[in-house]
């Protein structure tokens, strides 16, 4: 029991030390920019709101970003990947698993499993950050596949508010 502790002990000073954890609120809107030109249409029906949480250890960061939509789905997408502070801004990019629940019981797959990409830019604000992200589903991760479903992704925005 002893070992352990110390074990513990080590791997949570330099996380004390040098992590960075922030938490806090974000919106992404799912569809085409172009379909807001139908008057028929509300943008709510088209967003999700939900919570993100980051992790960021030297240049490492990882992210885990939780929305619900209106029509009835859970939306869990984790990344993890690298990010570069620049001035006041910080600029990233990460791909992970995705994990999509419906709770519409006419949905014909009640779950999905894939992978996503989000590339961001950070306004850093002392112990806030202003985010804006572009968030894409990519079939599978070869190099070929992740460039090419990077250009049809979603756009979304983060408050994000420094914890550790």
Not at 118 to 132: C, E, F, P, R
Request: overall charge negative.
């Amino acid at each position: 029991m002893k070992k352990l502790m110390l074990i513990v002990m080590l791997l949570a000073l330099p996380l004390g030390l040098f992590a960075e954890f922030y938490l806090g609120g974000s919106a992404l809107y799912k569809e085409d920019p172009e379909y807001l030109q139908d008057p028929d249409d509300t943008i709510f029906d088209d967003m999700a709101f939900g919570a993100e949480a980051r992790l960021k250890i030297a240049m490492f960061e990882g992210s885990a970003l939780a929305l619900y939509e209106f029509d009835g789905a859970f939306d869990v997408y984790l990344t993890v990947g690298l990010a570069f502070d620049v001035a006041i801004l910080t600029i990233g990019a990460g791909i992970g698993p995705n994990y999509i629940i419906q709770t519409d019981p006419d949905a014909p797959d009640p779950t999905a499993f894939g992978f996503n990409g989000k590339i961001h830019v950070d306004v850093n604000l002392g112990d806030i950050k202003i985010s804006g992200y572009w968030l894409f589903l990519i079939e599978n991760l070869a190099a070929e596949d992740i460039e090419e479903s990077a250009t049809f992704g979603n756009i979304g925005v983060s408050v994000l508010f420094k914890l550790m």
